[in-house]
């Protein structure tokens, strides 16, 4: 064996793009295990979730990072700064897009922020599932053009094409370094934030059409009581009574479903029996709080 093959390589890589165009579903089919929330509603991933892939001689570190947009809230701000911070960290990027999106102002303003970065930066062209040969080849002749990408990457985290082309890539571009984190870990996102994202998703997904994004989760208290069981108490902050009392759902059945389906999961996760107690708390304008923003980790406290 020559001296290259033993040389262990790893580092960081940031996975960025526009919201839903399937970051947390790729970063799963990489790294095989449920660690970030998929949902076809946008602006799900609000936390920064490090996902670590194990392969031969290397090891990567992901940093999986919320969709990127102009800021409207200091939620938005604070989300923004929070994904540049991680930037500047990082040994590479991979922006991911999906082929059948057309390429649009919010690529471009993502590009921008990244142009004055040192790292490489791979485009992963993602869903090729969706559309023919000859128009991903189109697309990314378009892409080619605006931005002098390390390389092009198509694939489908849907279908798995492609999937070990990008890893061989972001490998290549990682630099000589020590293996950061035991090989049977897959995320270091302390489980309370998961239990907070499965929650949210699950609310998610029965509400998205009457209080999108309005919905903060937070978990007040994950404690193993003697008996075996964990118990963990979350509070999801909404922003105005009615949308209270439309996650709480006629005589709490909405509450109570996603409740019981988000406990079925976390007990999945964790392996021992769950005791979830969710409380609702109206706290207008929420998303503008310092403190609240704080609580849910987008700031450090003071
Ligand atoms: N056909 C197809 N659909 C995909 C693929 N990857 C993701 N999707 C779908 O696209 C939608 C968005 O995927 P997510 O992984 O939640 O996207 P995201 O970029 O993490 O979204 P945010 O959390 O909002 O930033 C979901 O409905 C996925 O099932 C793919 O390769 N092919």
Known sequence: MTDKETKFHSGFAALLGRPNVGKSTLMNALLGE???????????????????????????????????????????????????????????????????????????????????????????????????????????????????????????????ENLDELMKCVVKYMPEGPKYFPDDMVTDQPERNIVQEIVREKLLTRTRDEVPHAIGV??????????????????????????????????GSVLKAAGQEAREEIQNLIGAPVFLDLWVKVTKDWKNKDYILRELGYKEHK
């Not at 040192?118 to 189109?138: M, N, Q, R, W, Y």
């Not at 902050?237 to 005589?251: F, L, N, P, T």
């Open 218 to 251: 937070y978990t007040e208290e994950f404690s193993e009581r003697e008996n075996g069981k964990v118990y963990i108490r979350c509070t999801i902050y909404v922003e105005r009574d009615s949308q209270k009392r439309i996650i709480i759902g006629k005589k």
């Open 34 to 160: 449920k660690i970030s929330i998929v949902s076809a509603h946008a602006q799900t991933t609000r936390n920064k979730i490090t996902g670590v892939w194990n392969g031969d001689n290397a090891q990567v570190v992901f940093l999986d990072t919320p969709g990127m947009h102009k800021p409207q809230s200091k939620l938005g701000e604070a989300i923004r700064q929070s994904t540049m911070d991680a930037l500047d960290e990082v040994d590479m990027i991979v922006f991911l897009c999906a082929v059948n999106d057309p390429l649009g102002a919010g690529d471009r303003y993502i590009l921008s922020l990244l142009k004055d970065r040192k790292v490489p930066v791979i485009l992963a062209l993602s869903k090729t599932d969706l559309i023919s040969k000859e128009e991903v080849l189109k697309k990314i002749v378009q892409y080619s053009k605006i931005y002098p990408f390390a390389e092009i990457i198509p694939l489908s985290a849907k279908t798995g």
